[in-house]
Antibody, heavy 118, light 113 residues
Framework: EVHLVESGGGLIKPGGSLRLSCAAS????????MNWVRQTPGKGLEWVSI????????YYGDSVKGRFTISRDNAKNSLFLHMNSLRPEDTAMYYC???????????WGQGTLVTVSS | DIVMTQSPDSLAVSLGERATINCKSS????????????VGWYQQKPGQPPKLLIF???TRKFGIPDRFSGSGSGTNFTLTISGLQAEDVAIYYC?????????FGQGTKLEIK
């Protein structure tokens, strides 16, 4: 069974940094492109970043470009999101999601909450 | 970026009746290689992550009840829930995954009348 478990969220002051992790199991991690998607409280879904299976293709949403860095460790079945220069508007639930070229984001973790506030 | 616009924003339907949610893309999401529209539908219940229901416009993910169906072509797509059940109360999102970035509709809140 596919399992994605995020961690690393918390309360952080504006301008601070945070690293999110996503532990994957139940599938061959190195076969799949992975995403981070966020959801602000009571609002919709915003795609954040995507990384191909061997990290050769990486893209970011305009709102996080230059501040966030996505990475992965296929040997440890892990996905990461390094977030710098955090802003109050980055406050959201952050989900990691497996990308399937045929079906889109076919599995999601439960999410980790990031709150940026002084 | 491709904009996905859903309608309505909210919907109240009686148990056992049909719910219809629409989604319009700002440009084509048709892959010429396989003639498929790269549109998916997700269900999100309170406190849970989104769950994929349908991909390629009309293909149900394994395990999704057949009361959920998708249709559409061009830039107009529809999710239909036939025989609404209480457990279907949720927010539903459409998504295009034809290009990067993948983009979502704003969501449609489905309630019981």
């Amino acid at each position: 069974e596919v399992h994605l478990v995020e961690s690393g969220g918390g309360l952080i002051k504006p301008g601070g940094s945070l690293r999110l992790s996503c532990a994957a199991s139940g599938f061959l991690f190195s076969d799949y492109t992975m995403n981070w998607v966020r959801q602000t409280p009571g609002k919709g879904l915003e795609w954040v970043s995507i990384i191909s299976s061997f990290s050769d293709r990486i893209y970011y949403g305009d709102s996080v470009k230059g501040r966030f860095t996505i990475s992965r460790d296929n040997a440890k079945n892990s996905l990461f999101l390094h977030m710098n220069s955090l802003r109050p508007e980055d406050t959201a639930m952050y989900y990691c999601a497996r990308h399937n070229d045929s079906s889109g984001e076919d599995y999601w973790g439960q999410g980790t909450l990031v709150t940026v506030s002084s | 970026d491709i904009v996905m616009t859903q309608s309505p924003d909210s919907l109240a339907v009686s148990l056992g009746e049909r719910a219809t949610i629409n989604c319009k893309s700002s440009q084509t999401v048709l892959h010429s290689s396989n003639n498929k529209n790269y549109v998916g539908w997700y269900q999100q219940k309170p406190g849970q992550p989104p769950k994929l229901l349908i991909f390629w416009t009309s293909t149900r993910k394994f395990g999704i009840p057949d009361r959920f169906s998708g249709s559409g072509s061009g830039t107009n797509f529809t999710l239909t829930i036939s025989g609404l059940q209480a457990e279907d109360v949720a927010i539903y999102y459409c998504q295009q995954y034809y290009t990067t970035p993948p983009t979502f509709g704003q969501g449609t809140k489905l309630e019981i009348k």
